[in-house]
């Protein structure tokens, strides 16, 4: 794998965008060091969630990373209109360093987001679950996935209905 022409290649797309190291290190939540340690061509064991939020924000598509680490080039990414499996609830730009960043590249990956829940948990807080189907699933597939969810999230709300156990010396 050559992280060092990865680096190089981020670096250009970068500059190719018109960013700074400081500007796309705020985007994505990161330190201007991991950018710059992006950049020199630092060896990981595998792409990291920073690795590939870099390649998102300068417009690489899915795959790009690891076509570049085999000594490929980049593919830039298309804006495809949603199919008809994905959902029609309007959607908003997930807000820049506001969420982790394994989260942000778990949303943003291919496959059409199914259904959300917002669970309230004891003492005010809340879960969010984002439920979200396999890349290039079939329609029989993500059917099955939605099937799968809903015998799920009743299980998921009685774990919170349940008491917890009393601590022990109580």
């Known amino acids: 794998m ?3 022409e990865l ?3 981020l670096q250009a797309a970068r500059k190719a965008a018109g960013l700074k190291q400081a500007d796309l290190a705020t985007r994505l939540g990161i330190s201007l060091s991991s950018v710059q340690a992006i950049e020199r061509g630092t060896s990981y064991a595998k792409p990291t969630p920073s690795i590939r939020a870099f390649a998102a924000t300068v417009g690489w598509a899915d795959g790009s990373v690891e076509r570049v680490l085999a000594g490929g080039e980049p593919t830039i990414a298309r804006e495809e209109p949603p199919s008809s499996t994905e959902s029609s ?3 908003a730009p997930i807000p820049e360093g506001k969420l982790p ?3 942000v590249a778990d949303l ?3 496959g059409a987001l199914l259904d959300t829940a917002v669970i309230p948990l004891p003492g005010g807080g809340q879960a969010v679950v984002v439920v979200k189907g396999k ?3 079939t329609p029989a597939e993500i059917q099955e996935a939605l099937e799968a969810w809903r015998r799920t999230q009743p299980h998921l709300q009685g774990l919170l209905d ?3 156990p009393a601590a022990a010396g109580a």
């Open 2 to 4: 050559d992280w060092e």
């Open 7 to 9: 680096g190089r290649a």
């Open 89 to 91: 609830e309007p959607t």
């Open 101 to 103: 960043l394994r989260i």
């Open 108 to 110: 943003t990956d291919s």
């Open 135 to 137: 890349a290039g699933a």
């Open 162 to 164: 349940d008491e917890p």
